[in-house]
Each structure stands twice: as structure tokens, then as C-alpha cells.
């Protein structure tokens, strides 16, 4: 069956620190990975995605993401969080009949 | 501009009332979703739908109905069934139409609280 699990429920990093969130999916296939950030009260927004080739994903607002097959992982990262970046991340993988399923999310607070 | 609108941002319902959450996109999208959100427990699929005049019940369905009359109209009716609807819902779209699942774009939410 698939799943995401998302195993941090909070992380807290000074503002300039570098960030990774782990994300660990489960499927048959190759997965088409997703990340989404929401801001309180606000609906979820795309950041990167992962459907094939190259391994390492460029997103929106310096995120970035690297797909690793053996470890059935597909973390996301940023070299230097910013105070903005503070907000839920969710993980998501996408399924064959249009299906998907994402993680429980993980809370970002940033400390100036 | 495309994307995807919910109106009301904020519901109030007395226990024992239906109330009909709105979901509107302009992105051509064949696929629909609603999912329900309450804190720590992530996105729950409530309903979704491919194509018009077509849904499939999600993971929590129960108390809750929609309709797909129109490709860019998914609205979604919390009923007094539903036992505990003080959530935040979320609606999203997709292309659809393939045998994988394409991005997902979401709207803005709606509160709903019971009183």
C-alpha cells in the first residue's frame, strides 16, 4: 500500500541555519514525489515536484529536494532558512488513478 | 488568472444543519478533490472526482455528499451526519485524465466551525 511518513512532527532552526525535512514514501512503482507548503489559514502550495530524471529537484523560494530510490526518500532541503520560511511542509506522493496520499506534515519554526 | 476559489473563508453551522462548501477552478482540470484537515493528522480525502458527473468516496466520506454537475464546479455538502465537522477543507484539481497522478493545486480553504 502506499504511504508517506513524514517522522518529524517539528523542527526548529535559527534563521541562516541550513534545513532538511525527511520524507520516506512507500510504493510499487516509480513515485511521482511532491512538496507542498501551507501557511496558517492558507491552502497548500506547490514547491517542487519529482516525476523522472534528473535526482536532484529545483523548487520555488531556494528549496530543493533529492530523490534517493534506496532509501525510499525524498528529503527536502534549503542552505539558509529564512524567518518567511516558517509553515507546515507536506510531503505527498502521487498514485496511478490520480490517487495521492501525503504525509502528516511537519511545523517549521524559525528563531531569529 | 487561474486557480482555484472556496468561498465562504469562514462557516458557522448550528448542530443539526447541512452547509454547502463552494469549489471553483479555471484551470481546465478533469480531476477534483476534498480533503479534510484537523492539526497533527495531516490531509484526509473526503471525495473525489475524475470526471463530471462522476465521484468516488475518499478515506472519511461518511457524512459528507458532493456533486459534479459542471468540470469546474465541486461543491461539498457537510450534512448533520457528520458527527464532528469542525475542520479546515481544503479543495484541490488536477489534469487527470492519465493513468498517474499529475500536480495537485489547491484553494484557500474554508473554516467550518459548529457552534
Known amino acids: 500500500a502506499q504511504s508517506v511518513t513524514q517522522p518529524d512532527i517539528h523542527i526548529t532552526v535559527s534563521e541562516g541555519a541550513s534545513l532538511e525535512l525527511r520524507c520516506n514514501y512507500s510504493?510499487?512503482?516509480?513515485?511521482?514525489l511532491f512538496w507542498y507548503v501551507q501557511s496558517p489559514g492558507q491552502g497548500l502550495q506547490l514547491l517542487l515536484k519529482y516525476f523522472s530524471g534528473d535526482t536532484l529537484v529545483q523548487g520555488i523560494k531556494g528549496f530543493e529536494a533529492e530523490f534517493k530510490r534506496s532509501q525510499s526518500s525524498f528529503n527536502l532541503r534549503k542552505p539558509s532558512v529564512h524567518w518567511s520560511d516558517a509553515a507546515e511542509y507536506f510531503c505527498a506522493v502521487g498514485s496511478t488513478g490520480n490517487q495521492f496520499y501525503f504525509g502528516t506534515g511537519t511545523s517549521l519554526t524559525v528563531i531569529p | 488568472d487561474g486557480g482555484i476559489t472556496q468561498s465562504p473563508k469562514y462557516l458557522f453551522r448550528k448542530e443539526g444543519q447541512n452547509v454547502t462548501l463552494s469549489c471553483e477552478q479555471n484551470l481546465n482540470h478533469d480531476a477534483m478533490y476534498w480533503y479534510r484537515q484537523d492539526p497533527g493528522q495531516g490531509l484526509r480525502l473526503i471525495y473525489y472526482s475524475q470526471i463530471v458527473n462522476d465521484f468516488q468516496k475518499g478515506d472519511i466520506a461518511e457524512g459528507y455528499s458532493v456533486s459534479r454537475e459542471k468540470k469546474e464546479s465541486f461543491p461539498l455538502t457537510v450534512t448533520s451526519a457528520q458527527k464532528n465537522p469542525t475542520a479546515f477543507y481544503l479543495c484541490a484539481s488536477s489534469t487527470g485524465g492519465s493513468a498517474r497522478a499529475d500536480t495537485q493545486y489547491f484553494g484557500p480553504g474554508t473554516r467550518l466551525t459548529v457552534l
Open positions: 510504493y510499487g512503482a516509480t513515485p511521482y
